[in-house]
């Protein structure tokens, strides 16, 4: 994975797939036309026009690639997972995958090909201090199959306790990358989360950037549907019936990580990824800082600056004062470990 990782047009390379393009794929003979991935509208968040540019949302398939068989029991780690597993490192009370954003993608690529589902966290300081004091909040974090770091005080907090990490790697990124992954093998996408319209927006920019991209469905849930029981039903319905292999959940922790753990067991073989506000970035209703800023860990000032009444507490009350105690206990701990 090169450094255009970070670029602003958020366009990285997908490393892993420059080995694999080079294998013929196994032909299937064409099945009858279909409609098999609908354009769910969760929440009532309409998607006009997204067929017409996905080419793929809502309309007949041909050609479908065979989905591996999903078995509903979660398989036992094989030998790299369980060796990953092992090299995780303690940041903030919290297990992260020293991992790099290429390596992420190739994990997960390889475990839908082999019908496996999974989840993934990625942690940062507000994350990590709501983790401190919320023991369900930390089960949440702890059952994901991968835990990525999403703050750069996470990352700095690692090389001070002597246990470094390859680097940040965001769901900003990661929706852009896997997309990347998902278009080539064909394996549909949900796009959950954000104000009403950004789903569907961000799925015409993803489609736009990966032609060959299949959306099986957008959605919006409205504010504080978790506490509606019939909303939350037809949110998980329409998720379920539009049978997706990668889902992306841009609700906010925890509720994104509470709507994934239930997801899971009606589809087992679907890799759910929280993502927080990767949805609106995508869209482009909300900008991303500069590259130098987010490799510089001052993204949060740029955004706090673009949104001042509804950042300002959280950053500057709450995440600040909690960044620094954690640099302070890390730097110790390494002096004197």
């Not at 990782?5 to 080079?22: C, G, I, Q, S, W």
């Not at 590259?291 to 300002?312: I, K």
């Amino acid at each position: 994975m090169t450094s255009q990782v970070a670029a602003e047009r958020h366009d990285p390379p997908f490393a892993p797939l420059l080995t694999v393009k080079a294998v013929e794929r196994p032909t299937v003979p064409p099945s009858p036309p279909r409609t098999d991935h609908r354009s769910a509208t969760t929440g009532h968040d309409s998607a006009p026009g997204l067929p017409a540019v996905a080419g793929q949302a809502g309309t007949p398939v041909t050609g479908r690639e065979a989905l591996p068989a999903v078995s509903r029991r979660r398989p036992r780690p094989d030998k790299a997972t369980r060796r990953r597993l092992r090299r995780r490192v303690r940041v903030a009370g919290v297990a992260i995958d020293p991992m790099t954003e290429g390596e992420v993608v190739e994990h997960v690529v390889a475990a839908l090909k082999r019908g496996e589902g999974g989840h993934l966290v990625t942690p940062n300081v507000d994350i990590s201090r709501t983790v401190a004091r919320d023991p369900r909040a930390r089960r949440l974090v702890e059952r994901a199959d991968l835990a990525v770091a999403d703050g750069m005080p996470l990352v700095w907090a690692a090389r001070l306790l002597g246990t470094p990490l390859p680097g940040r790697v965001t769901g900003a990124d990661l929706i852009w990358s896997l997309s990347e992954a998902a278009a080539f093998y064909r394996h549909p996408v949900y796009l959950l989360g954000g104000p009403r319209g950004t789903a569907a927006q961000a799925a015409r920019e993803l489609v736009g950037r990966h032609p060959e991209l299949v959306i099986a469905g957008v959605g919006a849930p409205p504010y504080g549907f978790e506490n509606d029981p019939k909303s939350y039903a037809r949110v998980r319905d329409d998720v379920i019936a539009a049978a997706p292999r990668l889902v992306f959940v841009g609700l906010g922790f925890p509720r994104q990580e509470r709507l994934i753990a239930s997801l899971r067991r009606d589809l087992p073989g679907t890799w759910f990824v929280g993502c927080g506000s990767a949805i609106a970035f995508a869209a482009g209703t909300v900008r991303r800082a500069p590259a130098w800023m987010r490799r510089g860990g001052l993204e949060w000032v740029f955004r706090l600056t673009r949104e001042p009444g509804r950042l300002a507490r959280r950053y500057l009350v709450d995440d600040l004062p909690y960044a620094l105690r954690l640099l302070t206990v890390s730097l110790v701990r390494g002096l004197f470990s």
